[in-house]
């Protein structure tokens, strides 16, 4: 059976009072059919006091994103220590080493990307993008987040806009989430 994957996340922090991650609706099964086009692949967990946004097999995402709230209960909301732990567990765990997907985390404090080799990430710059479209989503990020006054919520509509009108993996049912 072929799996089916989940696409294009941006995330984009304009100072603490400015924090948005969003998400395309399109979840393809294999290479060539399209089996959703208005997927949620965003949401606020941890009181709506955390966003997160993930890419990959969708089935894997919903699992990480569960243990992920759960970590962040045995850590008191403390992002970072959250996003540790379960990546020392998504590395370690012989169940968890086989889940797919990347994540997007972020609060009015950081943002993070989670990977499954035990990474996490805290971009450089107040923005990321993941997923089949994200190479896409993140230039035009930059470009709009360095070269404008948009907003966040702005900047992330418009990059996956831009990422949907360019990658076959991604579409223009956005999901935006905010603090």
Not at 109 to 124: A, C, K, R, T, Y
Not at 150 to 179: F, G, P, Q, W
């Amino acid at each position: 059976m072929e799996q089916m994957r989940a696409t294009t996340i941006v995330a984009v922090r304009r100072g603490s009072n400015d924090v948005c991650i969003a998400g395309d609706g399109q979840v393809t099964m294999g290479e060539t059919a399209i089996m959703k086009a208005g997927a949620k692949k965003v949401q606020k967990i941890y009181k709506d006091q955390v966003l997160v946004g993930f890419a990959g097999g969708v089935a894997d995402a919903f699992s990480l994103r569960e243990k992920f709230e759960k970590k962040l209960e045995e850590h008191s909301g403390n992002l970072k220590r959250a996003a540790v732990a379960l990546a020392q567990d998504w590395r370690m765990d012989k169940v968890m080493r086989n889940l797919e997907a990347l994540m997007i985390v972020m609060n009015e404090e950081g943002m993070l990307l989670i990977s499954g080799n035990g990474e996490v990430i805290e971009p450089d710059q107040d923005f990321v993008a993941i997923g089949s479209g994200g190479n896409y989503a993140y230039a035009a990020a930059n470009a709009l987040f360095n070269h404008t006054d948009m907003s966040a919520e702005e900047i992330c509509r418009e990059a996956l806009m831009i990422a949907s009108s360019i990658c076959v993996y991604t579409n223009d049912h956005i999901s935006v989430e905010k603090l």
